[in-house]
């Protein structure tokens, strides 16, 4: 065959000469070279065939290749590895590697990873490559891999065997290779791995240098504290190296010392041999070890060894020198940062080891404080108990128990029996002084308030003003504690108040005691609480108000009757005005307030204690409200009732100008006939008023004697000239409408008739509506007055009248001349104005003319002012 198909690859990828040496076909092999077959042909994976023969241990098919030609420098495409590499790590294979380095093979040649053949026989352990190898010369014994790892850190692998450490270092190589970018020796690597015994085998070999950092700071001695290797750093702190400069070295970023680090992964072990160090070195150099470096989170050794709960090492710490009241950056101390975290067993070792309890942070908190902020009961006792200052305000300018409520009441149980201030008055709203319960009440915190309560503190005093006099209304409403829990719904504290005996009946400023504040609140629970608790329900606050009455007032009707239930003689107390509380809700118009003091069975009849002396029907026929008085009556309120002035409900209807109530009083059965102190009835009483609607119901309705005559001689029609305004006129059409024969010339007491009193009132409509009805115009009262001679400013009035007279008038009677007043007799006759009607001497009617108005076409008498009226008719006279 040809030299091409004797290197073709058969179906499954196989090369002739490979299967024909596998085989152990020697003549087969042979054959096939001379017949053009490759020694180096590589397979289909990129590997030559000496490669594949020694990987698979093969002697034979070795030695074949390597005598027939075969490069001992071709290397495999994926790995990199020399035939050499192969045999390192194959002891079977020794013979191979003479025949391949005697054929020119590279001993230092490098694989894709850098690796030697040193390297590879001793990852392999193969010793006898290995003690042939290094028997020959130009053998480089640092090369390092990729990773930069030298062949001694190979050789250092095994902990049990250094019989290769010992052939290498026998050639003098360098012990403190730097074996990476970080700067880190083999010995630090030696050191992360865990491989102590390595380590010790490289520090007691001659040449090492253990003081050795990298480039963030780490020696050897950090990397030992760090992994717990006690017999590495006790052997760095007794070699020659050791200083205290290395135990106070700090590595970067993170500034930790050998110390920390132990400390860090709870190495006890190595951190007592540190301190022993310390100690013996303080001893021997007089050189103090600084205990108090802080790493980069401000941690010292101390710190971290208690946030560890080391407090063993702490101890030995503290012991060396370590200061327990160093400060962070930021101001916190050791106390501090414990509480802050959490480390109750390490806040507790501080305290007994000297830790100032009463040290602040930079914001002003106490030890005290974080332990309540970081709720820590046990820390928070102990800090009682070693006597921190319970009074000292936190950083906010609270009471420490104040922020132990707003926490835990567990913590607040721990400063209640130390003693803490219960009260602790200070700064509250607009300056004023308060306790904590006002505070707690002010603030809903219902469960510190009754904490409060049950540990003692002041159950009485109000608000105060503060040392200047500064607080606004807080400090001058005089509120108990139980006052401010009426006021803001708190029926929680209330009840655990008045277990704790708190004053039942305490006042505000405003004489308001809390079942006042209750009813005014409309709570039901604590209005229902209190009166179980039976407070004095006769008290009046400021206003003269009883609890009673506030209930009426805010138609709290459960409260009010509940109240009765206690007081049956509640609704029946006067105020300060003589008034009881139906007939102040009668004053308010509240109809639900009278209804229900109806339904309670109130007093319908009792009087007010002033000089009105007025039933509650009265009081509300006063008001005119209709729907009251109805009630009123159907609750059996009587109709004859009568006030201080003997007015009677008709009465005062009357004058008030309701006719609606004046209808239902007289459907009700009043007596209408009833007149007051000075004699009028209703009739009189609406007439004055001018109550034109009133006075038809009252003919229209009842039987009301229109002529009866009051204390001055006077009846209603009297009445109406005599205080009349304008609708006199109109309520004289009503009389006359319902009294066809009402006497409209009846004289009262002292002789004046209606005409003339209209006259003297100048009321010019009733006058007229008088005269065109017949009243006589001459009448003389007992002063002797007339409308003739009356004084007034203008004769108008009288004129108009004489000239709107249609009908000739009734004639007047009498003794004596209605002009002159002389008295007739044998000589003095009779006569009269044919025009006014006076009676009139002949001397007073000596004019005569005629009357065609009245149909007298005759001249007859008239008086002087008529014969004026009739000749230029009536003019304005001053």
């Known amino acids: 065959q040809s030299a091409e198909g004797v290197n073709a690859l058969d179906d499954n990828g196989e090369l002739p000469l490979d299967l024909a040496l596998r085989s152990g076909q020697k003549s087969l092999a042979q054959s096939l070279v001379e017949h053009g077959a490759n020694v180096n042909q590589l397979n289909q994976d990129g590997v030559p065939l000496l490669n594949l023969a020694i990987s698979r241990g093969d002697i034979f098919s070795s030695e074949f290749l390597i005598d027939n030609g075969a490069f001992s420098k071709l290397t495999s495409s994926s790995d990199g590895n020399h035939p050499l590499h192969l045999v ?153 190296n050791a200083s205290k400069e290395i135990i106070e070295s700090q590595n970067v970023p993170d500034r930790q010392t050998p110390l920390h680090l132990a400390i860090s992964k709870s190495h006890k072990t190595v951190v007592n041999a540190i301190l022993a ?257 039976q407070p004095n329900l006769t008290l009046r606050d400021n206003s003269g108000v009883t609890p009673f009455a506030s209930a009426i007032t805010f138609k709290n009707n459960k409260a009010a009757q509940k109240i009765l239930d206690i007081e049956p003689t509640a609704a029946e107390i006067y105020d300060s005005r003589g008034r009881n509380f139906l007939h102040t809700a009668i004053l308010r118009k509240d109809l639900e307030s009278v209804l229900f003091l109806i339904s309670i069975k109130a007093n319908i009849h009792s ?99 229109a002529e009866a005559l009051n204390n001055k001689g006077r009846n209603p029609l009297h009445i109406l000239a005599n205080f009349g305004g304008d609708s006199s006129s109109k309520i004289f059409d009503i009389f006359l409408k319902y009294m066809h024969d009402y006497p409209i010339d009846k004289p009262d007491a002292e002789g004046n008739t209606p005409l003339l009193l209209a006259y003297m009132k100048g009321n010019g409509n009733l006058c007229r509506s008088l005269v065109k009805n017949g009243a006589i115009l001459g009448s003389i009262n007992h002063d002797g007055v007339s409308l003739f001679n009356y004084k007034v400013a203008t004769k108008q009035l009288l004129f108009k009248l004489l000239d709107c007279l249609d009908n000739e008038p009734k004639w007047g009677e009498g003794d004596v001349c209605q002009e002159c007043s002389e008295k007739f007799g044998l000589t003095k006759r009779k006569h009269h104005c044919r025009h006014c009607g006076r009676l009139l001497c002949s001397k007073c009617s000596d004019k005569h003319m005629p009357i065609l108005k009245y149909n007298l076409p005759k001249p007859v008498r008239v008086c002087d002012v008529c014969a004026d009226i009739l000749t230029i008719g009536p003019v304005f006279t001053t």
Not at 648 to 657: D, F, G, K, W, Y
Not at 670 to 679: L, Q
Request: a negative charge; aromatic letters at 4%.
């Open 607 to 705: 009087i007010t204690q002033d000089s009105n002396r007025l039933s509650p029907l009265l009081l509300a026929v006063q008001l005119g409200n209709d729907m009251i008085v109805r009630n009123l009556l159907l609750a059996g309120a009587s109709v004859s009732d009568v006030s201080g002035c003997g007015q009677t409900a008709l009465h005062i209807a009357s004058e008030h100008n309701f006719p609606l109530i004046v209808g239902i009083l007289l459907s009700n059965g009043i007596d209408f006939t009833i007149v007051d102190n000075r004699g009028n009835n209703a009739l009189h009483i609406a007439v004055k008023e001018g109550h034109s609607e009133v006075v038809r119901t009252l003919l229209l309705e009842s039987q009301i004697d």
């Open 277 to 533: 160090f310390c100690s013996t070195n303080c001893k021997e150099k007089n050189e103090a070890t600084n205990f108090n470096l802080k790493n980069s989170f401000g941690q010292t050794p101390l710190s971290l060894a208690l946030s560890k709960n080391l407090h063993e090492v702490a101890m030995r710490l503290i012991e060396s020198g370590a200061n327990v009241n160093i400060c962070d950056s930021t101001g916190l101390t050791l106390l501090h940062l414990a509480i802050m975290d959490g480390n109750e067993s390490g806040s507790i070792f501080l305290m007994n080891h000297g830790a100032d309890i009463d040290m602040r942070t930079s914001n002003g908190e106490t030890p005290l404080e974080l332990a309540i902020a970081n709720r820590l009961p046990i820390v928070l006792e102990t800090l009682c108990r070693k006597g921190a200052n319970l009074s000292s305000s936190t950083s906010t300018g609270d009471p420490p128990l104040w922020m132990a409520l707003q926490a835990s009441l567990d913590l607040a149980h721990v400063l209640l029996r130390y003693g803490v201030d219960t009260d602790s008055w200070s700064v509250g709203p607009g300056g004023c002084y308060q306790t904590l319960l006002h505070r707690a009440i002010d603030e809903n915190m219902d469960e510190a308030a009754k904490f409060l309560i049950r540990s003692g503190c002041d159950l009485l005093s109000p608000r105060k003003l503060g040392p200047n006099g500064q607080g606004g209304e807080e400090a001058r409403d005089m509120s108990s504690p139980l006052n401010l829990c009426c006021r803001w719904g708190q029926a929680g504290i209330v009840e655990v108040l008045l277990e704790h005996e708190a004053p039942i009946n305490s006042r505000d400023a405003e004489g308001k005691t809390p079942i006042h504040v209750a009813i005014e609140e409309g709570d039901t629970s604590i209005i229902n609480i209190l009166l179980d608790h």
């Open 88 to 240: 390192a790590k194959d002891p079977q294979m020794i013979s191979i590697a003479s025949k391949l380095i005697a054929k020119g093979a590279d001993i230092n040649c490098i694989n894709h990873s850098s690796m030697t053949p040193l390297h590879l026989c001793l990852e392999s352990k193969n010793k006898d490559f290995f003690d042939y190898l290094t028997s020959l010369n130009d053998l480089k014994f640092e090369e390092k891999n990729i990773n930069g790892l030298p062949p001694l850190w190979f050789a250092l692998q095994d902990e049990d065997n250094f019989s290769f450490a010992e052939g290498l270092c026998s050639k003098g190589i360098s012990l403190n290779t730097v074996c990476n970018s970080n700067g880190d020796s083999l010995l630090h690597l030696l050191a992360n791995a865990d491989l102590e015994k390595s380590c010790m085998f490289l520090i007691n070999s001659s040449g090492c240098q253990t003081n050795l950092a990298n480039i963030h700071g780490n020696t050897v001695l950090h990397l030992a504290a760090e992994n717990g290797l006690l017999e590495l750093a006790e052997a760095l702190l007794e070699g020659p």
